[in-house]
Structures are given as C-alpha cells and as structure tokens.
C-alpha cells in the first residue's frame, strides 16, 4: 500500500510507465507459446505435436497443423491447455509478486532451480528466438515482452525485499544483492532516466547510490527509503486463496492442485514443520531448522495418487489442518481418481489412428 504521507513526485510527470493487466500479459503469452508449438512442428513429426495438445478442454480436433485456425475455432482448446503448464503458472505468480507485491505461500522458494527461474529462461528464450522470427508471417507480436518485464520486476523485488535471486537478468542486481537502476525503474514503474536523475545528488530527497567497480547500485534499505518517500513502494502481503476452499462444494482435478491447496492451508494455520512432520509420521522427512517457520516442506516429497489413497495419513492430514476427516480424504480420493483417469484418457488418445 502506498505511503499516505509519500512526497509529490515533483519533476516526473510522464516519467511513470504504463501498467498492464495480468490478462494482457497472458493473451500476450498464449499466443507466443502457440507460436514457439508452431516452431515444434517444423522439426517434428504434426502427430508429436498434436499428441502436446492432446489434453485441452474443448478438445483440439485437427490433425494437420496447417488446417490449425488458432484465431478461431481451436484458439481456445489452447488456452485451455496451456493455462495449465508450468510456465503459465510460474508466470501468474510473478506478476502477482512482481507487481502487486503478493506472495503465495508456496512462494519461499525463489532460486535458481524453481519453476520461476526455469520459466524466466523460456521466457528469454522465446524473446530471442530464431525460429520465431524465421516463422514471423505467422503473426508479427508473438513474441512475450510483457511476460519478460514481469519476470525482471520480480527478480528486482527478490532483491529489495531479501528473497532468494532465481535468474540472472542482465542489467539486474540479483547476484549481488543490491539493486541496479534497471531494478529501481521496474519495482517504482518508472523509466530508467528518471531514476538517474533522482539520483543526482544535488536534488532535495535524492536516492542514494553506491559504486562497485564502476556500477552503479542501491542499497535494498535506500531503495525502499527512496520509494517510500515517492509513494512507489508496495508493501509483501501474505495470500493465501486456495486456503479456504469449501470442500464440501469444490474437489481437484489432480493431486497437484490438491497439494496446493494443503501446502496453503498449512501456512494460513501457522503450523510450524516440526507440527506437520509429526501428524504426517513417515511419510515426511525432519525439515531443516533453517527452513522459514511458515514454509512447508514440500520439496521433500512426492505427493501423488499413492499418498493421496492413504485414508489413515489424509484423515491425520485433515486433524492437523482443521477440516471434516471424512470429506477431506474423500477428496483426496476424488483428486487421485481425476489424475489417473485424465492419464489414461490422454494415452488413449495418442493411440487412437486420425480421423
């Protein structure tokens, strides 16, 4: 939330950069990843392909790539698809932390063997890809700039507010732990210029810079300072959405989203690792005590449909986490069977012949 008490921003009137929605970004995203599959099918096989596209909700139908009428008809059997990737995903979270300052509680996690570090490479590899300016007749904006801001602004507050880096973004401080003034533009939305100008020592309220080896940095402590005086600071809250799900009412369409929803419902309980280990037994290991008290140790297990059948350990899962028993590992039941009957819908579609 904006400071109440922030200064005018004198002498930076059309200085700001213009927001964008996280829709524009993912209408932008869709169609650079339809266009990185049309790349896909150059080097492989359309039934390879087509065989990616197999899950989407309404169904892709066509088994020629070159009859595929992405503007219309199968354009939202991809999404649909889409929506559901690992990118899609990793990209969601980061707008919400890069721009609205919003952190998941499965968020703790930023460095550089997360989903988010491994998103922001894709996302730079489609920035810069070849195929897709070799294919641009296909379409001229498919590629994700607003995709690529979003993950740099991201990377910027990581380092503003102390959390691990998760991409080494040229221009960006995250391997030093100090902001650049790329990384003050993104986190203020404002243009680089103006930064340097703010800098200059010579202005009532400037920001304060260091040099090292002949770069120019900010302390994460002047950097929010500095926003905060301007009105361009966006305090970290703590979300957690999926928490309060009524189980009664809704399911999960696989034990991925139901993981989620317990790894969320355990951090808006502030149970501590040591009280979830314990109700778990076995089937968790003994965190790390370094671990941050409100972050679950997911990494340390798989869970799928085999934990998810185990009515002893969901109904213990469920005393812990404050919900019915009953209805909980019902649910968990349910979650297992949509996973395995989606998998084996999808490895009878790869076997079906065209037409």
């Given amino acids: 939330m904006a400071n109440s008490s922030a200064e005018p921003n004198e002498n930076v009137l059309?200085?700001?950069?213009?927001?964008?929605?996280?829709?524009e970004m993912l209408a932008e995203l869709y169609d650079a990843l339809w266009s990185w599959i049309r790349g896909l099918s150059l080097?492989?096989?359309?039934?390879?392909?087509?065989?990616?596209?197999?899950?989407?909700?309404?169904?892709?139908?066509?088994?020629?790539?070159?009859?595929f009428d992405y503007g219309a008809n199968e354009r939202?059997?991809?999404?649909?698809?889409a929506s559901e990737w690992t990118v899609t995903?990793?990209?969601?979270?980061?707008?919400d932390f890069g721009m609205l300052g919003i952190v998941r509680a499965d968020m703790d996690d930023f460095d550089s063997e997360s989903m988010y570090a491994k998103a922001s490479a894709f996302v730079v590899d489609l920035i810069e890809s070849k195929v897709q300016e070799d294919i641009g007749t296909w379409g001229e904006d498919f590629y994700p700039p607003k995709a690529l801001t979003v993950a740099q602004t991201?990377?910027?507050?990581?380092?503003?507010?102390?959390?691990?880096?998760?991409?080494?973004f040229p221009g960006q401080g995250c391997l030093v732990d100090r902001l650049t003034i790329k990384d003050m533009a993104l986190v203020a939305k404002m243009e680089e210029?103006?930064?340097?100008?703010?800098?200059?020592?010579?202005?009532?309220?400037?920001?304060?810079?260091?040099?090292?080896?002949?770069?120019?940095f900010i302390e994460p402590s002047d950097a929010k300072e500095w926003l905060k005086t301007k009105g361009r600071y966006l305090s970290i809250t703590r979300h957690f959405g999926k928490a309060e799900i009524d189980l009664s009412r809704s399911g999960f369409s696989n034990t991925y989203d139901a993981w989620q929803y317990i790894e969320?419902?355990?951090?808006?309980?502030?149970l501590s690792p040591i009280e979830f280990n314990r109700a778990a037994g076995a089937a968790l290991e003994e965190a790390d005590a370094e671990r941050p008290e409100e972050h679950l140790?997911?990494?340390?297990?798989?869970?799928?449909?085999?934990?998810?059948?185990?009515?002893?350990?969901?109904?213990?899962?469920?005393?812990?986490?404050?919900?019915?028993?009953?209805?909980?590992?019902?649910?968990?039941?349910?979650?297992?069977?949509?996973?395995?009957?989606?998998?084996?819908?999808?490895?009878?579609?790869?076997?079906s012949p065209p037409g």
């Avoid at 059309?14 to 829709?23: D, L």
């Avoid at 939202?76 to 698809?81: K, M, N, Q, V, Y």
């Avoid at 991201?154 to 080494?168: I, M, Q, T």
Wanted: aromatic share 10%; hydrophobic share 45%.
């Fill in 14 to 23: 059309g200085a700001f950069v213009a927001p964008f929605t996280k829709e």
């Fill in 76 to 81: 939202p059997g991809f999404i649909a698809l």
């Fill in 264 to 270: 969320e419902r355990f951090g808006a309980r502030h």
């Fill in 193 to 216: 210029k103006t930064i340097r100008n703010a800098a200059n020592k010579n202005r009532p309220g400037f920001l304060k810079t260091t040099s090292i080896d002949g770069s120019t």
């Fill in 154 to 168: 991201a990377a910027a507050r990581c380092v503003l507010e102390g959390f691990d880096h998760f991409y080494p």
């Fill in 297 to 351: 140790p997911y990494s340390r297990i798989h869970f799928g449909p085999a934990m998810a059948r185990d009515s002893a350990l969901m109904e213990t899962f469920a005393r812990v986490l404050e919900l019915d028993p009953a209805v909980f590992r019902w649910r968990m039941l349910e979650a297992a069977a949509r996973e395995e009957l989606e998998e084996a819908q999808m490895h009878l579609r790869s076997l």
């Fill in 43 to 67: 080097n492989l096989d359309d039934d390879v392909v087509l065989r990616m596209l197999g899950g989407a909700t309404p169904p892709i139908t066509v088994h020629d790539l070159s009859e």
């Fill in 89 to 95: 995903r990793a990209m969601t979270d980061l707008y």
